[in-house]
DNA sequence: CAGGCATGCCTG
DNA sequence: CAGGCATGCCTG
C-alpha cells in the first residue's frame, strides 16, 4: 500500500470566503493587483455631446411572448436572463465625424466596498465558453455584444468591450448597440450575488479621452420579468429620493409615487427621457455615496 | 481603431446545457472518454466480512450546539455542510490480517443517467482550493478523508479515496474514518444539484478485489438539520429505507414497473450503459432545440 | 408563462 | 440557531 501519512489532516485545506471570487479571496489588501483593479468613475456625465443611454423595450414579440429582458425606466435598471442580445440605445449631439468616437462598455460592482474588484466571469461559464469551441477571445468577458464591429479589452482583469461610433441612420436619433451578459449576477466565484452597473463612457479613438459617461444597473437572472416587479413592489410608493425599505437587503430605485411631489414639467418624449435620466442619475448617485440610502456593503440580496 | 468585423455576433458562442458539467457537456455520446466513465456497481453487499458502514452521530457538542451534519439512519442519508469532518464507522468481521484489506470510498451519481458520469468538483471550489496554496494533490476530489494515512486515487475523472484497514482499538467493533466533502450538492458545473452517493468498497490490497460493497446517500447543503426534518415531512412517517418521494422531482430513475413502458431490452451492463447514454443524450438535445420538452431526466431537487 | 419549491444565505 | 427571503429552476 503506498498511504501518505498526516497527522494535520486535510481540514483546512480549502476554507474559502465565499462571498469572493476565488480570485480576489487572495489578492491582498494592498497589493499592486488591488492597484491595478481601481474603481473606473461612475458618476454619470451626458458633457458636451449630451451622451445619453438607454434600453430600448421590444414591444411585445410576435409570439405574444415577453422579451427575455426588462427595463425599469424609473429605476434605470435592466432585468435580463444571460446570452440574451439587449438593445442598447445611445444618443449623442454634435459629434461632428463619428467616427473619431467610440463607446466602452464595462461592468463594474455597484456596491462601494466591491467597485475596487473587476467583474470577473465565473470559473464555470469560462469552463463553459472554452469547451464550446467558440473563439475563446471573450471568455472572460461578462459584457459582451454582438454588434458588427468591436474590441475586447482586457486592461488587468478589467474587461471592456468598445465598438465605434457611426454615423446615425437616416431618420433616427439614436445609435442602437446589442449587449448580453454571460453571467448571472448569482453566479458564484464570478459576481456572487453582488449588483453591478453597466458603464458606458463615449470616448475619443486617438486620445483615449472620456468626453461622456452614462451607467444603468443590470441584474442578470433568470425571472427577469418577475424580479422587476418584485422590486416594484418592494419599493412599494416610495416617495421621491426616498430609501427603499427593504427588510432584509437590497436596493433598487424608488419610482415616484403620484400624490404629494415635486414635478418637472417637459414638453416632448426626448426631453422627458433627458430629464429622468438625470434625476434616475442623482438618485442613484445619492444611494451609493449615503450608505442611507440604501445598501449596505457586501454581498446580499438584489 | 483596431475593431473585429464580425456578421456573425456572438450570440451562440457559448449556449451551454446547464444540466451538467462544462466538461461532460462535450464528451460525445461515444467518446473514449464517456467509456472510461461506466458506472461501478452500488449494490449493498457485505460479503463474507460482513461489512458495513453508518454515520456516528456525535450527540450534543459541547456548547450544546448541532453538529453540522445530520444522519438519517431510516433513509440511509448523510446530510452535511461541506467541509466539515464527518465520522463514518465501518464494522466487519473475520478479516485476519487487516493490513491486507483496505476501504475505498468514492461519490456516485445515484440516479441512472448520470451515474455514468464521474463526481467531479465544480471549477469554482476547485479554483478556491488551488488558490489556497495547499496541496493541489486532492483539488479535485470531492470526497476526501482525514484520516492519518491515505491514498487519493483517479482512475480516468473518477475519483477516489483510499485508507487501509487496522487492527480494530481495544474494546471497540467499529473502525471510525473521518471523511469530509468539498463541493455542495447544488455546486454549478459540478454536483449541480444531483444526488449522490457514497460508495464505500472492502477491497483486497493486492488484488483490489472487492469484498463487500455499501453506499450512504449523501446530501453536502448549507443547512443539514433543517434538510433532513424536510425530507422527513415530505415522506411522511416513511418508511425505512425509503428515499424522499417529491412531488417536483428528484429521484427520476424509473424503478422497474414495466407497465405501459416501451422499453428497449439489452443484453449486459455495457449494453445498458450505452444505450441509456443514447436516450439521454438525445433527451437533452431535443431539451435544447424544443423548450416545450421541459421534461425529462437531469438535475431536479433533492 | 405563472405558480411554487428548494436551498444558499442574510437577519435577528 | 431559527426564521425567512431571494432566486434558479421544476411543474402545470
Ligand atoms: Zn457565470
Ligand atoms: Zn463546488
Redesign the interface.
Known amino acids: ?7 494535520v ?8 470566503n465565499d462571498d469572493v471570487t ?2 480576489e ?2 489578492i491582498p489588501v494592498r497589493s499592486p493587483v488591488a492597484r491595478l483593479g481601481s474603481a473606473p468613475a461612475v458618476n454619470r456625465w451626458p458633457g458636451v455631446h449630451a451622451f445619453q443611454v438607454t434600453v430600448y423595450q421590444r414591444l411585445g414579440t410576435p409570439a405574444g411572448r415577453q422579451p427575455p429582458y426588462a427595463y425599469s425606466r424609473a429605476a434605470g435598471k435592466l432585468y435580463t436572463d444571460m ?1 440574451v ?1 439587449v438593445p442598447f440605445r445611445f444618443s449623442y449631439t454634435a459629434v461632428g465625424d463619428p ?1 473619431r468616437l ?1 463607446i466602452r462598455a464595462q461592468p463594474v460592482y455597484l456596491d462601494a466596498q466591491h467597485v475596487q474588484n473587476p467583474v470577473r466571469r ?11 469551441n ?2 475563446s477571445q ?1 471568455v472572460r468577458h461578462v459584457l ?8 475586447y479589452d482586457e486592461n488587468g482583469d478589467r474587461c471592456s468591450v ?3 461610433l457611426e454615423p446615425l441612420q437616416p431618420a433616427t436619433d439614436h445609435y442602437e448597440v ?1 449587449y ?1 451578459f ?1 453571467c448571472m449576477n448569482t ?3 464570478g459576481m456572487n450575488r453582488r449588483r453591478i452597473l453597466a458603464l458606458f463612457t463615449l470616448e475619443e ?1 486617438e486620445t483615449g479621452q472620456v468626453l461622456g459617461r452614462q451607467t444603468i444597473e443590470v441584474k442578470v437572472c433568470k425571472c427577469p420579468h418577475r424580479d422587476l416587479k418584485a422590486d416594484e413592489k418592494r419599493l412599494g410608493l416610495g416617495r421621491i429620493g426616498d430609501k427603499p425599505d427593504r427588510k432584509r437587503r437590497l436596493t433598487s430605485s424608488p419610482p415616484a409615487s403620484c400624490e404629494q411631489r415635486l414635478v418637472v414639467e417637459v414638453d416632448d418624449e426626448e426631453m422627458f427621457r433627458a430629464v429622468t435620466e438625470v434625476r434616475d442619475s442623482m438618485r442613484r448617485y445619492r444611494r451609493r455615496v449615503n450608505p442611507q440610502h440604501g445598501q449596505a456593503p457586501p454581498p446580499g440580496r438584489q
Chains 1, 2 share one sequence.
Open positions: 500500500m503506498d498511504m501518505i501519512r498526516s497527522d489532516g486535510s481540514g483546512v485545506m480549502d476554507a474559502v476565488a480570485v479571496q487572495f446570452l442580445a467616427r467610440e465565473c470559473p464555470h461559464h469560462q469552463d463553459a465558453a472554452l469547451m464550446s467558440v473563439q471573450h459582451q455584444t454582438q454588434h458588427a464591429r468591436f474590441r468598445v465598438v465605434p446589442l448580453e454571460t453566479c458564484v466565484g479613438c
